[in-house]
């Protein structure tokens, strides 16, 4: 059975940073693409950044907040834990969210082009709080 939990969200002050952690089970964190999304109040969930490729190859999603994301958002992957993270810098009043780890657990079949949209990921953790504010 797949299995994601995501940890490391909480209350952070502007211009902080914080480091989520999404620990996965049933599954290698290295078979599938695997990433980070996001959902406000009042807004639709969104893509911040995936691993689309063994070799680790990012893809950031295109968001109203792709540009920042780019400059302050990284996700690191150790194969050894089976376990994925989320470095978020600089970070901003705007991207108060619950923050979701998710793969697509090979849904998508061979020859695919993996992207960062909800829509194309299949198992999903229960999210975790990120609070931005003074």
Partial sequence: QMQLVESG??????????????????FSVDDYAIGWFRQAPGKEREGVVCIINSDGTTEYADSDYVDSEKGRF????????????????????????????AT???????????????????????????????
Avoid at 106 to 133: A, D, K
């Fill in 9 to 26: 969200g909480g209350l952070v002050q502007p211009g902080g940073s914080l480091r989520l952690s999404c620990v996965a089970s049933g």
């Fill in 74 to 101: 990284t996700i690191s992957k150790d194969s050894a834990k089976n376990t994925v993270y989320l470095q978020m810098n600089s970070l901003n009043v705007e991207d108060t969210a619950v923050y979701y780890c």
């Fill in 104 to 134: 697509d657990g090979g849904s998508n079949g061979l020859g695919y082009r993996m992207g960062c949209i909800p829509y194309e990921y299949e198992y999903w953790g229960q999210g975790t709080q990120v609070t931005v504010s003074s």
